[in-house]
T-cell receptor, first 117, second 114 residues
Framework: AQKITQTQPGMFVQEKEAVTLDCTYD???????LFWYKQPSSGEMIFLIY??????QNATEGRYSLNFQKARKSANLVISASQLGDSAMYFC??????????????FGSGTRLLVRP | NAGVTQTPKFQVLKTGQSMTLQCAQD?????MSWYRQDPGMGLRLIHY???????DQGEVPNGYNVSRSTTEDFPLRLLSAAPSQTSVYFC?????????????FGPGTRLTVL
């Protein structure tokens, strides 16, 4: 069975500093996708970044990058130069490739990030 | 494009009442799904559909029904509301493209069952 684990319920970071949000996963699928979503206090789910299991390079999207270590089954999100608007819940999620597992996203329990001025 | 829309945004029900949460998307996505989010937890899949006329159960389907008569709409029905169904409900859609298909989420419906 697929599983996502986020071990940091809450984190603080000083404005303009970088922060790493941890995510480990478990799956027997050889092909899968990993996603990070941001959920601000307004409640909507905002897609941040995607990493494919066969991608050779770590994904980057602006200030977001994904530190993907396949052998360790980890997919940590790195936010550089934190801004006050980055304060939110962050969810790591996984989706399989085959018909049985690609129909759903499996979510972790989330990490609440608070950026201090 | 409106993307994924959900109505209502907020709803309060009494135990035993029934209601339908509406979800619509204008992106011609084959795949649609419903998730619930409870406090301190990530989203869990309730039901999903891979196309009009095709639906299936997710992780937590009990107490909910769905139907998919058109590509655009995917309503979620609560048959007899219970306090345990107090949650935030998200509808999502995507192309049927395997692992890399990004799911687009609606704004959510916050449901309270008294």
């Amino acid at each position: 069975a697929q599983k996502i684990t986020q071990t940091q319920p809450g984190m603080f970071v000083q404005e303009k500093e970088a922060v790493t949000l941890d995510c480990t996963y478990d799956t027997s699928d050889p092909s899968y996708g990993l996603f990070w979503y941001k959920q601000p206090s307004s409640g909507e789910m905002i897609f941040l970044i995607y990493q494919g299991s066969y991608d050779q390079q770590n994904a980057t999207e602006g200030r977001y990058s994904l530190n993907f270590q396949k052998a360790r089954k980890s997919a940590n999100l790195v936010i550089s130069a934190s801004q006050l608007g980055d304060s939110a819940m962050y969810f790591c999620a996984m989706r399989g490739q085959d018909m049985d597992s690609s129909y759903k996203l499996i979510f972790g329990s989330g990490t609440r990030l608070l950026v201090r001025p | 494009n409106a993307g994924v829309t959900q109505t209502p945004k907020f709803q309060v029900l009494k135990t035993g009442q029934s209601m339908t949460l509406q979800c619509a998307q204008d992106m011609n996505h084959e795949y649609m799904s419903w998730y619930r989010q409870d406090p301190g937890m990530g989203l869990r899949l309730i039901h999903y559909s891979v196309g009009a006329g095709i639906t299936d159960q997710g992780e937590v389907p009990n107490g909910y029904n769905v139907s998919r008569s058109t590509t655009e709409d995917f309503p979620l029905r609560l048959l007899s509301a219970a306090p345990s169904q107090t949650s935030v409900y998200f509808c999502a859609s995507s192309y049927w493209g395997g692992a890399k298909s990004e799911q687009f989420f609606g704004p959510g419906t916050r449901l309270t069952v008294l």
